[in-house]
């Protein structure tokens, strides 16, 4: 059998660059080299696009051996993927040499975090090129980015979501009075602001008063245009993984118990360091009704937001009345070895081997279906 050629694109200009070179990594270390040819391509804080042999470079000694030996000693030279479907695959980008020619791709799999990774824009350049891709297409991707556009959609699709109000920066700065007046009577305290189109925490911040409040929103307008304010809950957070296109499967639930209830929130070194303050358990010690019933609403909110491959649906399961609500989508989650979406599918019988077997064949699919439309008149 004709091994499949993925191109595994990987670092990123994203805050999540780290995190990327971990699930990059992982996934790496779980592709079975008999059915795979793996072409590594990272993009560097910067944005540049380092070439296979440079982006092999990155992973340790033991993943590199997993790699084909031509890529990883092959030529360090400059390659794009052009939005032009006559040169799908890698093109080199200095011209003239034989090595130039494109290097076909059979499908690619972005494995990038945030900015510029999970917000459509590369899943955009993916299209253009008319090569298949892993996981969400440009509307669900930029939508599962937005927490203002998600909610929109999940509200559409009658999932309950808490009680939040957003705002933009220009407001903000034109009458900074008016805005937190607005947020202090619409929403209160304690409430979570948070830059509508950003991950891993990063420019969120609690407030519990006016003052913390101005100083919550001065930190999030830093990082984005768009302000989100939610009410703070006080939830367990429990976290569904969710694999398919048109017809999504959900694994088990899985919870982040939080042993030091002095963190405020769960922030990125407490999801992916090894602080000790928490530990990710599979499965959430819930009834049968309510895992059910967070399985259905992980598909649902897929749905809703036109998913496909693959996508980890975090919920707040509230202390005080028990009510669950969905908190967010997230539509590259992390695959590195403490990630919550490999662990899911591995207690709900599904190995990470088999997951990305599955999520490839998922590319195809949509590839394929995609290609049914017709586009001219
Ligand atoms: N409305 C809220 N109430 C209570 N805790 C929250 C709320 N929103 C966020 N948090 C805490 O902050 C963390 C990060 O927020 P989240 O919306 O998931 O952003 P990110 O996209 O950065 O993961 C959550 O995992 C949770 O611990
Ligand atoms: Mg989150």
Redesign the pocket.
């Known amino acids: 059998m004709k091994k499949i050629r993925v191109g595994l694109i990987f670092g990123g200009r994203s805050g999540e660059h780290e995190v990327s070179l971990r699930s990059a990594r992982a996934v790496v270390d779980a592709m079975d080299p008999k059915k795979y040819t793996v072409v590594p391509v990272a993009i560097n804080k910067q944005g540049q696009w380092l070439s296979p042999a440079e982006a092999a470079a990155l992973f340790p000694v033991e993943s590199q051996r997993r790699l084909p030996e031509e890529i990883v000693s092959g030529p360090r030279q400059d390659v794009a993927i052009l939005g032009d479907p006559s040169r799908p695959g890698l093109v080199a980008l200095d011209g003239g040499s034989e090595s130039s020619q494109a290097k076909a791709l059979d499908v690619i799999f972005p494995v990038l975090h945030g900015t510029y990774g999970e917000d459509g824009t590369i899943q955009g350049l993916l299209e253009m090129a008319g090569v298949p891709y892993v996981g969400c297409g440009v509307l669900a991707s930029s939508c599962g980015m937005d927490?203002v556009a998600m909610k929109s959609l999940f509200r559409d699709a009658g999932l309950p979501i808490?009680k939040?109000m957003w705002f933009l920066r220009a407001e903000w700065e034109h009458d900074r009075e008016l805005i937190s007046r607005r947020v202090v009577r619409q929403i209160g305290f304690p409430?979570?602001v948070?830059p509508a189109n950003?991950?891993?925490?990063?420019g969120?911040s609690?407030a519990s008063d006016r003052q913390t409040l101005d100083k919550a929103i001065d930190l999030a307008t830093r990082y984005d245009r768009k302000v989100i304010v939610?009410?703070?809950?006080?939830?367990r957070?429990i976290e569904c993984a969710v694999i398919g296109n048109d017809e999504p499967e959900a694994s088990l639930p899985g919870e982040?118990v939080v042993y030091d209830s002095q963190a405020a929130?769960?922030?990125?070194t407490e999801?992916y360091g090894s602080t000790g303050h928490v530990e990710f358990v599979v499965p959430a010690p819930l009834s049968k009704r309510v895992t059910a019933r967070i399985q259905s609403m992980a598909k649902r909110a897929f749905q809703s937001i036109d998913g496909a491959g693959f996508a980890r649906v975090?919920f707040?399961l509230r202390r005080d009345n028990n009510e669950l609500l969905i908190?967010?989508l997230?539509t590259i989650p992390g695959l590195t070895e403490v990630s919550g979406y490999p662990k899911m599918w591995a207690a709900s019988g599904l190995q990470f081997s088999q997951v990305i077997d599955r999520l490839i064949e998922l590319a195809f699919e949509r590839h394929r279906d995609k290609s049914r439309n017709e586009t001219s008149l």
């Not at 939610?230 to 939830?235: H, M, S, T, Y």
């Open positions: 927490k808490c939040y409430c979570f948070k950003l991950g891993s925490s990063v969120i609690k939610e009410e703070g809950l006080n939830a957070e982040y929130f769960l922030d990125y999801k975090d707040f908190n967010e997230n």
